[in-house]
């Protein structure tokens, strides 16, 4: 297996279960936002960028990968709106050198880390997979963009390919945990705050057609997810196809989401309102069904709370992240 961005939060930990499935695992990462120690001490490390298409060839061609699985992006919604080109040139121009490079050693097999923000703003929740695909910003474009390749690819190569559309990613394994010099998502920034690393966190949006006027998310824990990466690559040859939702069916407010953090951690979190963020959807819940009766997934970790109480002990275990 070839895992492009396994330094990452979810790619360290779809890494580990990789190598405890007792598969041979190779991650390519170029460090920008990954952990050299979070890979697995079980697999190869290779340090390069995907944008590199010579050294990426040549990588691919050393390694002849039987299967890879694709999560190395930019990932930044807020971002994606002032700087669309760094999105399109990651996980497009980024994504094509992959393909290019396993059509020329005859690697036909991908599963590839999409997003829910290739939906946009939802006409219905639960959103289905057959839902309309209407991105409000740049990283869901092209994420879709590059979910859109692949079936050229499948056309003119026969290329086998998954993607799986997972909502907000979140929780912790033991050992790998989310952490990020320039941390944008709403749980590890609340946790900072009961850690005492932030003074306080902003609440972009409070005027939203929601219950309590905050954004809705479907929070997914970051080992149910990568279980779903295995559980794609067993089947890949039989599904040859598809595009998986990956949540677990509950939505919770912003609000609702900073009680469950203050009950699980007993901290004081100050909180201010702010202004929203151009590109943030008001409600993403997923429906799972699809992957659920096709790959016979199942979350372990439905619930918020608990899926809050893992980050929250990793942070404690490890209180500057990596880095310490």
């Not at 279960?17 to 979070?38: I, K, S």
């Not at 050693?105 to 590839?112: L, N």
């Not at 079936?151 to 390919?161: C, F, I, S």
């Not at 919770?252 to 100050?270: L, M």
Request: proline share 4%; aromatic share 8%; net charge negative.
């Amino acid at each position: 297996m070839l895992v492009t961005g396994g330094a990452g939060y979810i790619g360290s930990v779809v890494t580990a279960q990789l190598v405890d499935e007792g598969h041979d695992v190779t991650v390519v990462d170029n460090l920008l936002y990954g952990h050299r120690e979070a890979v697995h001490e079980g697999a190869r490390f290779a340090q390069g960028d995907i944008l590199d298409a010579e050294w990426l060839g040549g990588l691919v061609a050393g390694e002849g990968p039987d299967a890879v699985v694709h999560l190395a992006a930019e990932a930044s919604v807020h971002e994606s709106i002032g700087d669309p080109g760094k999105f399109y040139r990651a996980n497009v121009c980024g994504g094509v050198n992959l393909l290019e490079a396993m059509e020329a050693t005859g690697c036909q097999r991908i599963v590839f880390s999409s997003t829910a923000a290739v939906y946009g703003e939802p006409e219905a929740v639960p959103i289905k997979e057959d839902s309309p695909l209407r991105p409000c910003n740049s990283y869901g474009d092209s994420k879709l963009a590059f979910e859109r390749v692949l079936g050229w690819y499948r056309r003119a190569y026969g290329l086998r390919h998954i993607s799986l559309r997972y909502f907000n990613a979140a929780g912790a394994t033991e050992g790998l945990g989310e952490h990020r010099a320039a941390e944008s998502h709403i749980i590890p920034l609340l946790l900072d705050v009961a850690a005492g690393h932030r003074e306080q966190f902003s609440l972009f949006g409070t005027d939203y057609d929601t219950p309590d006027g905050t954004c809705v998310r479907d929070y997914i824990h970051v080992s149910d997810i990568a279980k779903a990466h295995v559980l794609a690559l067993l089947n890949i040859d039989r599904i040859e196809a598809r595009a998986y939702n990956m949540g677990n069916g509950s939505g919770y407010t912003n609000r609702q989401v900073v009680d469950v953090v203050r009950a699980v951690t007993g901290r004081a979190i100050t909180v201010t309102d702010a202004e929203r963020r151009p590109g943030d959807p008001a409600q993403l819940v997923a429906s799972s069904a699809r992957i659920r009766a096709e790959l016979g997934w199942g979350p372990e970790f439905p619930d918020l709370t608990t899926i809050v109480e893992t980050a929250w002990r990793w942070k404690c275990a490890h209180p500057r992240g990596y880095s310490s």
